[in-house]
């Protein structure tokens, strides 16, 4: 049972770290929308998660030495595993934001980051409560 718990908790604190990283990188981009040359960057979020999680190995990467470790994020294709994203459109001054798609993914995010917080926070809340006894309430 305490595999299970501290399994699905390693699980959801993975995923946090990971949308976090992917929400910095987002601003990262909304931010740099009027820089010329600047070239949009993505995570594949689900790639990422499986190799963090230890779900799917990765040839040539780096291992994790400890089980809390994360694994580099997927798509080496960048620096720290971060991939340039598709770019709908050009622009004269060949910046790579698409800035209603930035937003959305953004937006998408956070909601999704909050929803992760909120798992994380009813597992520890319903482990705590299953862990008192019947005469404290």
Known sequence: ???????????????????AERQRL????????????YQAREINFAQALREATG??????SLATTQRGHMAPLAGARGESGKAYALQSQTSMDSNGVD???ERA????????????????NGSVRTTLDSMKSHTQG
């Open 1 to 19: 049972m305490l595999n299970r718990i501290t399994d699905t908790l390693n699980f959801q604190t993975q995923a946090l770290s990971l949308r």
């Open 26 to 37: 987002l601003a990262s981009n909304i931010a740099n929308a009027d820089t010329p040359g």
């Open 55 to 60: 779900e799917v190995g990765t040839p040539g």
């Open 99 to 101: 800035m209603d798609r």
């Open 105 to 120: 993914s953004f937006a998408d995010n956070s909601v999704k980051y909050e929803a992760t917080l909120r798992f994380i």
